[in-house]
């Protein structure tokens, strides 16, 4: 496995992977268009984020992704991501895929310099918050408030 910086030509395979995930979640639900067009924006421009996958090179088929988007804290006073869509294609589950992903991204941040990592799950996934919890991350008091804009919807 090798995970790498996506290209264009794995789009098609991220919005595969992020349909699974979609499926799965409360608040989001799988649109091909929409997923293409924030992923081009992420790809096309590296200053926004950076989409990692994992690349099962045996059989040239790209096994999982995560995405890591850029801001800045003005309460740390420094550069932070925000660790979106980490998914793992079921058929590869269990294998150590995401640990290794997780742990990549984990160390670009600290790399690059970025003071934080910040990500957001459902409340009901415990399998997640336990696998975070397994790479470092804790629980924050801040609670998650969103407004939808109509021109989004």
Known sequence: ??????????IDRCIELLTCLFGQEAEFSPDPVRQRKGLLMIVQD???????????????????MAVLLYTVSTALG????????????????????????????????????????????????GTAHHFYQKQGFSRSDMIVFRRIN????
């Open 78 to 125: 420094s550069k932070v991501a925000l660790l979106e869509d980490l998914v793992i294609d079921p058929g590869y589950r269990s294998q150590g895929i995401g640990t290794q992903l997780i742990n990549y991204a984990i160390r670009f941040a600290e790399n690059e310099g970025f003071a934080r990592i910040t990500l957001l799950t459902d409340e009901d996934n």
């Open 1 to 10: 496995m090798v995970i790498r910086s996506a290209t264009l030509d794995d």
């Open 46 to 64: 590296p200053s926004r984020g950076n989409v990692f996958v994992v690349e099962d090179q045996k059989r040239k088929v790209i096994t999982g």
């Open 150 to 153: 109509s021109l989004v919807r």
